[in-house]
């Protein structure tokens, strides 16, 4: 019975530790995703297209004129007819440098 009693304790314990860390990775995720409000509808279309930590990049950090040089960029084929994604548009302008997600669900960080 004192087994019982543990095993069930245990099974508990486990079901409410996976529950927290479930939570605190949507938290996470949520807390991750770039604020884009601010920008205009061509903009957010564009950003929505874009992976975390380059939606970060182009939503908070690009000035204008680099987002709209992004755009342009993912809208016209490169010299070998190829078309450029707009993750591909995004590192481009940021002078090649792939942006990649922080741990802490902030700014990205550059590699």
Do not use: H, Y
């Amino acid at each position: 019975m004192k087994k019982q009693k543990w095993m069930i304790t245990l099974a508990l314990g486990m079901i409410a530790s996976f529950s927290t860390v479930a939570q605190a990775d949507q938290m996470s995720s949520s807390n991750s995703q770039a604020d884009c409000s601010a920008l205009t509808s061509a903009e957010q279309d564009f950003a929505s297209k874009l992976n975390p930590a380059n939606q970060q990049l182009f939503c908070g950090k690009f000035a204008a004129a680099q987002r709209a040089q992004a755009m342009q960029m993912a809208a016209t084929p490169d010299m070998n007819g190829n078309n450029v994604t707009p993750d591909q548009a995004v590192t481009s302008v940021n002078g090649g440098v792939q942006a990649i997600p922080s741990s802490s669900g902030g700014c990205p960080v550059t590699k």
